[in-house]
């Protein structure tokens, strides 16, 4: 992009020579438009009509084309973001509905057969139960122990705790690869943990843990301490700090926690395939392998249609937590 | 009172640098201290202990976490690490009686050149999918849609989130239904039929695909992150004439430099033990596409080479331990370089 | 970091917080003393999905008739399925970690290729070990001809029974034949002569004459359906003697043979390199694009399957013909057969562990009975393990016939070592890069480096 030309008018004018990289096209215009030079257009003649509003209105205009061209580039970024997520999703919309889906997407041969045929089957909907419950318990457990843990940890200080808790960080994901599977089993084993939903809970919480305190921490660390200070003067317990001031202003914090715990156990499929035996206890990510033949050929009829059924109950959990949690922003502690 | 809020904020932001300072222990106070873009801070409230938690109760929160990730994640990972020095198997003779081999694991692994060619793979994968990609996309994502209205929102929100929770098999059709080179819907739309993408264009393929498939953490993070800044921080840079650039520089980045530096650490993390690319092109064609956990999963596990696999493992680990270090220098030089400029007009 | 030296303490407490817990959530346990019993079947079938017949034959057929008989003996049986369905090897992983616990179900279906290295890791003992003399005396035996027994055999001990087999052949496109003016009953008799069927075929359109598995996405299929046979056909075979085959003239033929296909322009070579190459080999049969493909009778009974096959063919009976895959030339193949094939199967286990294994080898035998057999196959033919049960049931279906009679006497089996997986690996790395443009003499000294690398050194390689 040009560099702007010394001179230019507009106090607004980018300190630094390479200031004005991330937004030269918009920023470029208007100050183009505003200077009423001649060759306005020439070189930046991508948004005409904010060249012209700046023409005619001076300085304010100048804000309005800025605004204008803004608007212009963010709708154009949503819908090529929305078109690059949606558009592998095309075999999903269609598949599940094609009596003789292929690997690749095409205008169905509509039926809802597939979806009867699925019912059919003795697990499936037990297995979106199993997810249910393994989500919500390991999520309890992650979000409950973490902020506890996390907290401690931004507000006391430790020696190398931050070393510490990189290294555990990192060891996770050993115990997230194949490699780790003898341990992990023997360990369960030997804890009486082999085919209950609480071994793989506890398998999957100590492995996300980590991660959690690790994002849980940033964001108590960004809290101001002013009103627990505040609050311990009058006389609050840790606790009730904790739940009344701590709590509420990393909300964004642990709504992205839950749902990042919920989404990884969803789609989890090695612990609960290693630890659990009985397929009445299996969830829909490991309920999902069962859909292939003898020879590793899978039924795309029913892994299609499983996999919306699979994949909506995460989504509306996430549509509902960011809007009953995580988007508001709340009032009173931050300004 | 609001404006002493925000003083008190600005003055807890070089604690957010240093607690993500991570790795480097005692220099990271040091690092983050009286760092920030804003003018002079206040002087920072007493450091800790706010609350008044003192170190027992400190250790009681901590516990129920720490005795959870002793056992089921330190117990095995050592038992992991540990063996990676034999040459242990699941079947066969070596199941029963595994040898300790030493560094030998590691020593084959160094000296593999398919093991050499993995790790410049994952470099890419990595640098490309989700430090560039990830979180680029993701911040943009966060940034864009955060003023939007609800349904745009949760539409943008809802499409990035699906990506994210489909269990890796079915994203692997789906990729595969839009990459194919004869019924692809990309060569439909593009109108190039018998396009190979995923044989000749194999880590360009994997990295979008990884792009696609992990962007949601990254979006929802900064999205979280995003409302440690104060509205009227930015408000107040807009009326006096801000860029959207300078915006970001000067308000938006130093309240969320510890997020920025969590959400590298973690996405790299992942995507250094990510195999999904193996769903989408089996790590080939002659393993042009092979990035070091479709290695491991080659070579030490479809072999049943437990021990291998737990060796390479742990480099996997030693190798991003070298890239936290280097995050921790570039978020810190980049920090000395940026001397400390007013926000243009910044309100004060 | 002090509580790292104590993983045991932090493990104790550990146990004694949730062992409450956990006995809750489990199921009830075995025991009693052989009046009442409890017995586990696990296969890599699940009802719904993989293997689907034959986890509803054991739920519907075996169990209850098993546990009626058991109840005439004054026995309480109470028989556990616990299936699965999943990838072989997740299966086998499974399997391998709860029999290394000494848990685990008491009847385990298992790919006859990894007896050997369970036994070999003291995960199985010989049958006759676990079950008693009853086992010898089994009179199942007898209808189970020698070869098909070799399959839950190692080291010349019986490990298992076996389920099933099956074995590879050519098929071919009717259709296609026609068009090219090739007979409707094709029989090569050597590897030029499926050559020379895939240069007329490759005047057909959008035809890809020859589909050959290489490669190393196809995994297994490439050895099994691909580079075995014609190194059976070649006159060797992967492991004999004690010695694994190395960069031998057989090897540079059969690579040799996958150039003229790959490079001659009979076959696609990218369809190899694909991750889902293999699924889509079957879809492009099945809608008349590709003329030869090496499979196993799989191919026939699940893939182009008129009902429920994975890509069915209405015209299955009319369109697709199959053929006996050729020696190099007549009489060059191994033990100086004409044809050659490979087959593999299932076998049912017992497991060392288990507290009850007069009963379970009662189970076990019961569920290889003539007449449980045939239920198992039911509606769907398939190549059932005993001579008695194939003489009645693939009477319907000339394909299976086909196999049982013509295949099965000159198959060949993989041996079952713990590090064959890793041989395999490097068989399909050979023809991966002879798809690709090494010459054969190139990938087999390539293979033969591996190999060594594998087997631990050219010690254990034969020429």
């Known amino acids: ?335 | 009172m609001g404006r002493a809020t925000s003083d008190a904020e600005a003055g807890s932001d070089p604690g957010a640098g240093s607690g993500a300072d991570a790795g480097t222990g005692g220099t990271a106070g040091a690092g983050g201290a009286g760092v920030g873009a804003h003018a002079p801070p206040p002087a920072p409230a007493p450091p800790g202990d706010a609350a008044g938690l003192g170190r027992p109760r400190a250790l009681a929160f901590v516990t129920p976490a720490l005795v959870l990730i002793l056992v089921f994640l330190v117990f095995p990972a050592l038992w992991t690490i540990y063996l990676g020095v034999t040459d242990y198997r699941l079947t066969g003779i070596a199941a029963v009686e595994p040898r300790v081999v030493g560094l030998d694991n590691y020593g084959r692994a160094v000296g593999d050149e398919r093991f050499h060619t993995s790790l410049w793979l994952t470099l890419q994968f990595v640098l490309g999918s989700a430090v560039i990609g990830q979180a680029g996309l993701g911040f943009a994502i966060a940034w864009v849609t955060r003023g939007r209205g609800r349904t745009l929102r949760g539409l943008v929100e809802g499409l990035v989130m699906l990506a994210w929770i489909l269990p890796g098999s079915v994203v692997a059709f789906l990729w595969i239904a839009l990459l194919d080179r004869d019924g692809g819907t990309l060569n439909a739309l593009l109108d190039t039929p018998g396009a190979a993408w995923l044989l000749d264009h194999p880590m360009l393929s994997v990295i979008v695909f990884n792009v696609w498939r992990g962007t949601a953490f990254s979006m929802m993070l900064y999205s979280a992150a995003l409302q440690s800044v104060p509205p009227s921080h930015l408000e107040t840079a807009r009326l006096a004439g801000a860029s959207t650039w300078q915006q970001l520089r000067d308000v938006v980045f130093p309240h969320i430099r510890g997020h920025a530096l969590t959400n590298l650490l973690l996405i790299s993390l992942w995507t250094f033990n990510d195999f999904t690319p193996f769903l989408l092109t089996a790590g080939g064609p002659e393993g042009r596409s092979e990035v070091l956990a479709v290695y491991i999963l080659n070579v030490a596990v479809r072999g049943g080479e437990l021990g291998y696999g737990a060796a390479i493992s742990f480099l996997i680990l030693l190798i991003n331990l070298i890239v936290a270090l280097f995050y921790l220098r570039m978020l810190r030089e980049r920090r000395t370089a940026a001397p400390a400029e007013p926000v243009a007009g910044g309100g004060r | 970091m002090s509580p790292l030296r104590r993983p045991a303490a932090a493990l104790a407490l550990l146990t004694a917080l949730t062992l409450p817990l956990a006995a809750c959530a489990r199921g009830g346990g075995g025991g009693g003393d052989g009046k009442e019993i409890t017995l586990t079947i696990a296969s890599n079938a699940i009802s719904g999905g993989k293997n689907a017949e034959e986890a509803d034959w054991v739920q519907k057929w075996v169990i209850p008739r098993f546990v009626a008989a058991q109840k005439a003996k004054g026995v309480t049986a109470k028989v556990v399925f616990q299936a699965s369905g999943v990838e072989d090897e997740q299966y086998k992983t499974k399997q391998a970690l709860d029999l290394k616990s000494r848990s685990g179900a008491d009847v385990i279906a298992m790919d006859g290729i990894w007896v050997g290295e369970f036994a070999q890791a003291g995960y199985l003992k010989p049958l006759g070990e676990v079950g008693g003399p009853e086992v010898d005396k089994w009179d199942g035996w007898q209808q189970i001809p020698e070869a098909v027994q070799g399959l839950g055999e190692f080291e010349g001990k019986r490990y298992g029974i076996p389920m099933g087999t099956d074995g590879r052949v050519l098929f071919f496109n009717r259709k296609l034949f026609a068009q090219a003016g090739l007979p409707a009953d094709w029989q090569p008799r050597s590897w030029r002569d499926i050559l020379d069927a895939g240069a007329k075929l490759k005047a057909i359109k959008g035809v890809t004459p020859i589909q050959w598995n290489a490669g190393t996405a196809m995994g297994e299929a490439t050895s099994m359906q691909g580079f075995l046979p014609l190194l059976a056909g070649a006159g060797a075979e992967v492991y004999a003697g004690g010695k694994w085959t190395g960069a031998s003239q057989a090897v540079i033929d059969v690579l040799d043979f996958y150039a003229k296909i790959y490079r001659g322009g009979l076959g696609d070579p990218r369809l190899q390199q694909e991750a889902k190459g293999r699924d889509k080999s079957f879809q492009e049969f099945a809608e008349g694009k590709i003329g030869i493909l090496a499979e196993g009778d799989y191919f026939w009974r699940g893939v182009v399957e008129p009902k429920e096959g994975v890509a069915p063919m209405p015209d299955r009976e009319q369109t697709v013909g199959y053929a006996l895959i050729p020696a190099r030339e007549p009489g060059k193949g191994v033990r100086g057969q004409d044809f050659v094939s490979m087959s593999g199967g299932s076998v049912r286990v017992l497991n060392p562990s288990s507290k009850h294994p007069g009963q379970a080898w009662e189970l076990l035998s019961f569920m290889h009975s003539a007449e449980a057999t045939k239920a198992e196959i039911g509606d769907v033919p398939r190549v059932s393990a005993r001579m008695d049960v194939n003489a009645q049931l693939l009477a319907g279906d000339p394909m299976l016939r086909f196999i049982s009679e013509k295949v099965l006497p000159i198959t060949s089996y993989r041996p079952p070592l713990a590090v064959y997986p890793q041989v395999s690996t490097a068989i399909q790395e050979a023809t991966a890069s002879v798809v690709s443009g090494a010459t054969p003499a190139q990938a087999a000294a390539a293979y033969q480096r591996k190999l060594e690398g594998v087997v631990g050194g050219p010690g254990n390689i034969g020429r």
């Open chain 1, 1 to 335: 992009m040009s560099a702007p030309p010394p001179g230019t008018p507009g106090r607004a004018g980018p300190r630094r020579t390479d200031g004005g990289n991330g937004h030269a096209g918009a920023d470029g215009n208007g100050r183009a438009g505003g200077a009423g030079r001649t060759d306005g257009g020439a070189g930046l003649g991508r948004t005409d009509g904010g060249a012209g509003l700046g023409r005619t209105d001076g300085g304010a205009g100048r804000a309005a084309a800025r605004r204008l061209a803004g608007r212009a580039a963010s709708a154009l970024f949503i819908a090529v973001v929305l078109a690059f997520f949606a558009f592998p999703l095309l075999w999903l919309a269609s598949a599940p509905f094609d009596a003789h889906p292929t690997i690749t997407a095409s205008l169905p041969e509509f039926t809802l057969a597939n979806f009867r045929e699925l019912l059919d089957n003795p697990y499936a909907l037990t297995s979106l139960r199993n997810s249910v419950y393994l989500a919500f318990w390991t999520m309890l457990l992650v979000v409950g122990t973490g902020a506890l843990a996390s907290y401690a940890l931004s507000r006391v200080r430790v020696p190398g705790r931050d070393a510490i808790l990189y290294a555990l960080l990192l060891l996770s994901s050993i115990v997230t690869g194949t490699a780790a599977m003898v341990p992990i089993f023997l360990l369960a084993f030997e804890l009486n943990l082999v085919d209950t939903h609480l071994g793989v809970v506890l398998v999957l919480a100590g492995g996300l843990l980590p991660a959690a305190i690790f994002i849980l921490k940033d964001f108590m660390d960004n809290t101001p301490t002013s009103y627990e200070e505040s609050a311990r003067v009058f006389g609050a317990t840790p606790l009730q700090i904790l739940r009344h001031i701590v709590i509420p202003t990393v909300r964004p914090g642990l709504a992205t926690i839950a749902v990042w715990t919920v989404a990884t156990v969803w789609s989890s499929f090695l612990p609960p395939f290693l630890l659990l035996r009985d397929p009445e206890l299996s969830p829909a990510a490991v309920v999902m392998y069962t859909f292939y033949t003898e020879g590793g050929q899978p039924n795309l009829p029913l892994i299609s249609t499983f996999s919306l059924l699979y994949s909506l109950p995460v989504v509306v959990m996430y549509v509902f937590v960011s809007r009953r949690y995580g988007f508001r922003f709340h009032g009173g502690i931050k300004r």
